[in-house]
Protein backbone atom coordinates (compact mmCIF):
# COMPACT_ATOMS: atom_id res chain seq x y z
CA UNK A 1 0.00 0.00 0.00
CA UNK A 2 1.29 3.59 -0.60
CA UNK A 3 0.03 6.90 0.27
CA UNK A 4 0.45 10.59 -0.62
CA UNK A 5 -0.42 13.00 2.16
CA UNK A 6 -0.12 16.64 1.33
CA UNK A 7 -0.27 19.28 3.68
CA UNK A 8 0.04 23.25 3.12
CA UNK A 9 -2.79 24.72 1.73
CA UNK A 10 -4.60 27.07 3.26
CA UNK A 11 -6.15 31.10 2.49
CA UNK A 12 -3.87 33.89 1.83
CA UNK A 13 -3.64 37.25 0.64
CA UNK A 14 -2.74 37.91 -2.90
CA UNK A 15 1.16 38.30 -3.15
CA UNK A 16 1.78 35.76 0.01
CA UNK A 17 3.13 32.84 -0.29
CA UNK A 18 2.36 28.89 0.35
CA UNK A 19 4.46 25.80 0.60
CA UNK A 20 3.00 22.60 0.23
CA UNK A 21 4.52 18.92 0.94
CA UNK A 22 3.31 15.96 -0.05
CA UNK A 23 5.12 12.72 1.49
CA UNK A 24 4.98 9.10 -0.12
CA UNK A 25 5.07 6.18 2.51
CA UNK A 26 4.17 2.76 2.56
CA UNK A 27 6.10 -0.24 0.40
CA UNK A 28 8.67 1.66 -1.83
CA UNK A 29 11.77 0.80 -3.98
CA UNK A 30 12.42 4.06 -5.60
CA UNK A 31 10.42 7.02 -6.70
CA UNK A 32 11.21 8.63 -10.49
CA UNK A 33 9.09 11.55 -11.46
CA UNK A 34 7.30 13.48 -9.01
CA UNK A 35 5.06 16.96 -9.65
CA UNK A 36 2.36 18.73 -8.67
CA UNK A 37 -1.03 19.26 -10.27
CA UNK A 38 -4.30 21.58 -9.52
CA UNK A 39 -7.94 21.86 -10.32
CA UNK A 40 -10.06 24.97 -9.99
CA UNK A 41 -13.61 25.02 -10.21
CA UNK A 42 -15.07 23.62 -13.85
CA UNK A 43 -11.58 23.79 -15.21
CA UNK A 44 -9.91 20.72 -16.21
CA UNK A 45 -6.93 19.69 -13.93
CA UNK A 46 -3.44 21.01 -14.81
CA UNK A 47 0.38 20.02 -14.42
CA UNK A 48 1.72 22.59 -11.99
CA UNK A 49 5.10 21.30 -11.68
CA UNK A 50 6.97 18.46 -11.68
CA UNK A 51 11.16 16.91 -10.93
CA UNK A 52 12.50 14.15 -11.85
CA UNK A 53 15.01 11.93 -10.17
CA UNK A 54 17.63 13.43 -11.59
CA UNK A 55 16.63 16.66 -10.28
CA UNK A 56 15.14 18.53 -13.13
CA UNK A 57 12.32 20.94 -13.51
CA UNK A 58 9.37 21.31 -15.42
CA UNK A 59 6.81 24.43 -14.84
CA UNK A 60 3.58 25.56 -16.47
CA UNK A 61 4.34 29.01 -17.69
CA UNK A 62 1.90 30.60 -15.36
CA UNK A 63 3.78 30.09 -12.71
CA UNK A 64 7.36 30.44 -13.78
CA UNK A 65 9.21 32.82 -11.75
CA UNK A 66 6.98 32.19 -8.41
CA UNK A 67 6.93 28.60 -7.94
CA UNK A 68 9.41 25.72 -7.12
CA UNK A 69 9.42 22.51 -6.89
CA UNK A 70 11.88 20.31 -4.85
CA UNK A 71 12.11 17.02 -3.51
CA UNK A 72 13.92 15.32 -0.78
CA UNK A 73 14.33 11.68 -1.84
CA UNK A 74 15.32 10.36 1.69
CA UNK A 75 11.88 11.65 2.89
CA UNK A 76 10.07 10.36 -0.18
CA UNK A 77 9.00 14.02 0.20
CA UNK A 78 8.38 16.95 -2.89
CA UNK A 79 7.86 20.06 -2.26
CA UNK A 80 6.10 23.35 -3.49
CA UNK A 81 7.14 26.75 -2.37
CA UNK A 82 4.54 29.10 -4.17
CA UNK A 83 5.39 32.79 -3.82
CA UNK A 84 3.98 35.75 -5.55
CA UNK A 85 0.23 34.05 -5.10
CA UNK A 86 -2.61 35.77 -7.44
CA UNK A 87 -6.12 34.95 -7.00
CA UNK A 88 -6.06 32.83 -10.12
CA UNK A 89 -3.81 30.09 -8.68
CA UNK A 90 -7.16 29.26 -6.26
CA UNK A 91 -7.23 25.73 -7.14
CA UNK A 92 -7.37 21.77 -5.18
CA UNK A 93 -3.66 21.25 -5.55
CA UNK A 94 -3.16 17.40 -6.24
CA UNK A 95 0.19 15.49 -5.54
CA UNK A 96 1.61 12.74 -7.95
CA UNK A 97 4.25 10.26 -7.82
CA UNK A 98 5.72 7.97 -9.95
CA UNK A 99 7.34 4.60 -8.02
CA UNK A 100 8.43 1.37 -8.08
CA UNK A 101 7.14 -1.07 -5.27
CA UNK A 102 9.76 -3.59 -5.79
CA UNK A 103 13.14 -3.70 -7.49
CA UNK A 104 12.15 -4.71 -10.91
CA UNK A 105 8.43 -4.04 -10.68
CA UNK A 106 6.84 -1.77 -13.09
CA UNK A 107 6.57 1.92 -12.24
CA UNK A 108 2.83 3.12 -11.18
CA UNK A 109 1.70 6.92 -10.41
CA UNK A 110 -0.27 7.33 -6.96
CA UNK A 111 -2.33 10.51 -5.88
CA UNK A 112 -2.84 12.46 -3.27
CA UNK A 113 -5.80 13.52 -1.63
CA UNK A 114 -5.33 17.31 -2.32
CA UNK A 115 -5.30 19.90 -0.45
CA UNK A 116 -7.23 23.75 -1.13
CA UNK A 117 -5.28 27.01 -1.71
CA UNK A 118 -7.43 30.18 -2.14
CA UNK A 119 -5.72 33.70 -2.36
CA UNK A 120 -7.94 36.47 -2.02
CA UNK A 121 -7.53 39.78 -3.92
Known amino acids: QVQLVESGGGLVQAGGSLRLSCAAS????????MGWFRQAPGKQRELVAA???????DYVGSVKGRFTISRDNAKNTVYLQMNSLRPEDTAVYYC???????????????WGQGTQVTVSS
Open 51 to 57: ITSGDST
Open 96 to 110: NAELLKYYGGSSYRY
Open 26 to 33: GTIFSINN
